[in-house]
């Protein structure tokens, strides 16, 4: 659990007593991901804080502070089995870190005039979604751009990959959840985008989603005034 005092990890023998418990020290919580044995936490100051965990105990130490961000941190993404991170601010910029024994900066990627409010990552290319409603893809290598989309009419609050398929849900305040499909041309590599399906949660200012299975047959949305979680599946 993150939130804007601190962190608490929780999930099997090692965590359910709730004893291990961590204050950030550095401003309020601002997004989090796990890339065992590391967790990276970002910061309303813009730094972004990596603690090493332990497979078993409590005893969880801060090992690395990343400090190339100026504003907030809005969202951290990184991949199964992969060595990259990727870190988002308020301003619209993104950071690629590779990962080894420290971490180090592999590619800026410069803002733009909109927060970059949600960011994955899959097979090498960044999937970020932004304010004004576009989704832009980059090499997470080079920090190319290849892509632009004009996915929403208003701000988009959640993007989820299916790591098995590639395939890429977005949802906005617009209402709507839509379903893209990453690939790469077999013959140049190149980044593709395909549009494959839309929904509409009547009424509904989205503020959060996510695919319920790894091959992205299934989806779960809701939204600011809503009380419950919504999930829908292919039929």
Request: glycine share 12%.
């Amino acid at each position: 659990i993150f939130c804007m005092v601190g962190l608490r990890p929780w999930g099997g023998e090692v965590w359910d007593s709730g004893e291990a418990e961590v204050q950030s020290g550095a401003g309020s919580g601002t997004g989090c991901q796990w890339h065992l044995p590391r967790l990276s936490t970002g910061t309303s100051s813009g730094l972004v804080l990596v603690f090493d965990i332990p497979s078993k105990g409590t005893n969880i130490t801060l090992s690395e502070v990343l400090q190339e961000h100026r504003d907030s941190i809005t969202d951290i993404a990184s991949e199964d089995g992969a060595a990259d991170l990727v870190t988002a601010d308020d301003s619209g910029a993104l950071c690629v870190w590779r990962s080894k024994d420290e971490f180090s900066l592999l590619t800026k990627i410069s803002a733009f005039g909109w927060t970059c409010s949600s960011v994955k990552l899959w097979n090498g290319v960044i999937a970020a979604g932004y304010g004004n409603g576009q989704i832009r893809l980059y090499e997470a290598t080079s920090g190319a751009l290849r892509a632009t989309v004009s996915a929403h009419a208003r701000w988009i609050y959640a993007l989820d990959v299916a790591p098995l398929t590639g395939k890429l849900l977005s949802g906005a305040e617009d209402s709507y959840v839509q379903i893209w499909k990453l690939s790469r041309s077999p013959d140049t590599g190149d980044i593709e985008i395909e549009h494959c399906y839309s929904e509409c949660v009547t009424d509904t200012q989205l503020c959060g989603a996510r695919f319920c299975d790894p091959e992205g047959n299934s989806f779960a949305a809701t939204g600011y005034d809503l009380s419950e979680i919504v999930r829908y599946g292919q039929v």
